[in-house]
């Protein structure tokens, strides 16, 4: 196990790099400047403009930036194009506001995706289980910025509820209870919305694992020994064939973080994939190289804890 963990967080490290170098080049080959002045503005002298270029290696051919950036990320030296500030500042400021979202969008959709699933497979050819699979097929196919879109409208139209930001700012709270649960529903109405995808394809994994363990010959057996019908189902079937939980975790980091850069712009959200997403508008190449490489360590960590687990529920499983 321990060697397998090794080997694994090697591979992470080399891929982690390999992601945030492709996506650098993939951005700074698309149309637009980083120079936050015009063309024709006489203030801006050349000498201006070349120190400019040097302080932020926009000298230097794109492979050479890609690794001097690299260097003052991790030596903390990283500067914002837009405003100067250390890159490693801004975005500890915005991870965890992201790091509490996608968590829990992730809770929401296992537990969720784990309920419907069972239920499903309970009912396996009945009306419920073909009622699920429809809501199930739907919600993977709507768009989650649809559906964000559908929500903040329909609340601004016809409630006064607040719907952007982390918090409702301008009122003042009559104890601490209720300023925590006007935070709690501002982080709850983006994370429901991030989770619809995750909870339709969790449904379905575990709708069809319940369903492959229940034709199993020890769940016969067990049948044959005259135990209950929800003994059989909650206690033996249920255990075994929650290996597709396990395993959809790794599976639902990368949707989860990509699609919380979507969300957080729509619902105002101040966190990671909003600054992304204000980076890429802005040309800010370091802080994209920082926020490209931060991303794709939490996932591919997300796939080894996903991995670990699933040797841990299943023993058969054996890591060499």
Known sequence: MLNFIIRRLAISVVLAFLISLISFFIITLTPGSPYPWGELNPKITPQVKEAFKKKFHLDRPLIEQYWLNMRDLFNGNLKSIKDDRPVLQKIGERLPATISLNVLAAVISLSFGLALGVYAAKHAGK???????????????????????????????????????????????????????????????????????????????????????????????????????DTVFFKHALRNSIRPLITGIGGLL???????????????????????????????????????????????????????????????????
Request: proline residues 6%; aromatic residues 12%; glycine residues 8%.
């Open 254 to 320: 990368p949707g989860l973080i990509g699609g919380s850069v979507i969300i957080e712009t729509i619902f105002a959200y101040p966190g990671l994939g909003r600054l992304g997403y204000e980076a890429v508008l802005e040309r800010d190449y370091p802080t994209l190289v920082a926020i490209n490489f931060i991303v794709a360590a939490l996932i591919l960590i997300g796939n080894l804890i996903s991995d670990v687990l699933y040797a841990v529920v299943d023993p058969r499983v054996r890591l060499e």
């Open 127 to 229: 009306t419920p289980d073909l009622l699920t699979s429809i809501l199930a097929f739907i919600f993977i196919a709507m768009p989650g910025f649809w559906i964000s879109y559908l929500i903040v409208i329909g609340l601004v139209r016809f409630t006064d509820v607040p719907i952007l930001g982390t918090q409702s700012y301008g009122v003042i709270f009559p104890n601490a209870a209720s300023m925590w649960l006007d935070r709690f529903w501002h982080i709850a109405l983006p994370a429901v919305v991030l989770s619809i995808g995750g909870i339709a394809v969790q449904s379905r994994f575990i709708r069809a694992s319940m369903i492959e363990t229940l034709r199993e010959d020890y769940i016969r057996t067990a049948r044959a020994k005259g135990l209950e019908p």
